[in-house]
């Protein structure tokens, strides 16, 4: 049985910081892409940023520069840093690896 475990959401002033962290099993985190996606009040799900097996990242524009997605592999661990966080960036964030969610954490950016 596949389970990611997600944890870090909050509720944070604008421009302040958080991390989130998914723990992902061993049988499916070395070999696959790791995902981060949000989902915001009345909008669609949307991709937010990626790391391959190589390392290799990708952001989408609204986050480009603000996002850090990173994986610790002796943990089997995946991150997103999120820096200078904005009240747009309010969504449940998710982490999905191939058909696996985990159950979405919670971050509000509200003063």
């Known amino acids: 049985q596949v389970q990611l475990v997600e944890s870090g959401g909050g509720l944070v002033q604008p421009g302040g910081s958080l991390r989130l962290t998914c723990t992902v099993p061993e049988s499916i985190f070395a070999n696959n892409i790791i995902n981060w996606f949000r989902q915001a009040p009345g909008k669609q799900r949307e991709l937010v940023a990626f790391i391959t097996s190589g390392g290799s990242t990708m952001y989408v524009d609204p986050v480009k520069g603000r996002f850090t997605i990173s994986r610790d592999n002796a943990k089997n661990t995946v991150y997103l840093e999120m820096n200078n966080l904005k009240p747009e960036d309010t969504a449940v964030y998710y982490c999905?690896?191939?058909?696996?969610w985990g159950q979405g954490t919670q971050v509000t950016v509200s003063s």
């Open positions: 999905r690896v191939i058909q696996y």
